[in-house]
């Protein structure tokens, strides 16, 4: 069994459970199904990959934890770390009271802790509740979580407050004869609205245009506000807003990653369209970045976490709605077991209001 699938009222995840990657994930609304995450062109299509690829590239799909994020450059690992790339075990799968709630573990250990993956899912909450778990070890690591989704009609985002957002300082693909970018590196703007582009002037972040074929990367921190973190994306062709929230403490930067054609090598090859990674993360670029002294850092910003406690966990929300309004809220903010929209179209829909730890603090 490659893949699992569970099931809540009007909502249904699937595991693949070789690289743990979510397969699939529909969200019923009324007579639609939304269905918010991406899955690469070539993980069904039966072609022939480059053999160097690593086994997370080959199956990408959905959202996977990243431990390390990027270079695992401290322990050998492959990109983003064993999580991203090798096995998981069901441990547990059954009905909770209104929901489903499953549990995997990784087969790999990590920096020597066990990780755990926890599924929640509640009837007619249309989210993925998400919990990983590590057990143990020693050392730190950094994570973050890698939710893709992809537009066909491009979209506009929107964001919870952030001081700023960065660049590295070189982009994914500098040879022109392999891809390109459309941001300055680095560049640094605390203006989401007007970023340094690569060939002066400025560029919106919040609008995903179709016609930019791009490859780009940057990271935004989050600003102090007291709330969750979010993201929330507006597909237009879709007709669907697209949901990510976080706990600032536990996760404090949100990466993004703007896939457009931008790479012209296999497996690639300018057909990975429409992609945006939200990359919601505690971590530099790099095992061993994240551990060192790294520019978040002289930020203020925590980029791992430490291991041999008895326990590290953090959560993470993925969901999507039908689109009201034309566009992106506002806010967002959640409480009395509802997730609140404010905007052109307010809205509000059931959501799990304490299972972020909001107002907690998180694990060092």
Not at 246 to 260: D, G, I, Q, R
């Amino acid at each position: 069994m490659d893949t699992v699938t569970i099931n809540a009222k009007g909502i249904s995840v699937s595991l693949d459970l070789t690289v743990g990657h979510i397969a699939d994930m529909i969200i019923e609304s009324g007579a639609r199904r939304l269905k918010p995450l991406h899955r690469a062109p070539w993980v069904d299509a039966g072609e022939t990959l480059p053999p160097d690829l690593p086994r997370g590239t080959v199956r990408l799909s959905g959202d996977f934890l990243c431990a390390p994020f990027s270079r695992s450059d401290v322990e050998e690992a492959p990109l983003h770390g064993w999580p991203a790339n090798s096995a998981w075990d069901v441990v547990d799968s059954g009905a909770t009271d209104g929901g489903w709630r499953a549990v995997f573990r990784l087969r790999h250990k990590v920096m020597g802790a066990s990780v755990d993956k926890i599924f929640t899912l509640r009837d007619d909450h249309p989210f993925l509740y998400q919990e990983h778990v590590f057990s143990g070890g020693s050392g730190a690591i950094s994570v973050a979580h890698h939710p893709m989704t992809a537009m066909k009609g491009g979209g506009r985002l929107a964001f919870s407050p952030k001081r700023f957002a960065a660049t590295p300082a070189d982009p994914l693909e500098p040879d022109p004869a392999r891809g390109r970018f459309m941001l300055a590196y680095p560049g640094r703007s605390s203006d989401l609205g007007h970023f340094p582009a690569a060939g002066g002037g400025t560029l919106d972040l919040a609008d995903y245009r179709m016609d930019d074929r791009r490859e780009d990367f940057l990271t935004l921190v989050e600003a102090d506000h007291g709330g969750p973190g979010w993201t929330a994306l507006a597909r237009q062709a879709e007709d669907d807003l697209v949901l990510v929230l976080k706990n600032p403490a536990e996760l404090p930067v949100t990466m993004l990653w703007f896939s457009n054609g931008g790479r012209d090598y296999a497996p690639w090859s300018g057909r990975h369209l429409g992609v945006l990674g939200i990359e919601d993360g505690r971590t530099a670029v790099g095992h061993a970045a994240s551990l060192g002294d790294n520019w978040l850092k002289r930020e203020g910003v925590a980029t791992a976490f430490a291991l041999g406690q008895d326990r590290v966990s953090f959560r993470h929300v993925i969901g999507a709605l039908p689109l009201s309004g034309g566009g992106p809220p506002r806010a967002i903010t959640t409480a009395g077991g509802h997730l609140r929209l404010a905007g052109a179209a307010a809205s509000e829909v059931p959501f799990d209001s304490e299972f972020l730890r909001i107002g907690q603090p998180a694990a060092r």
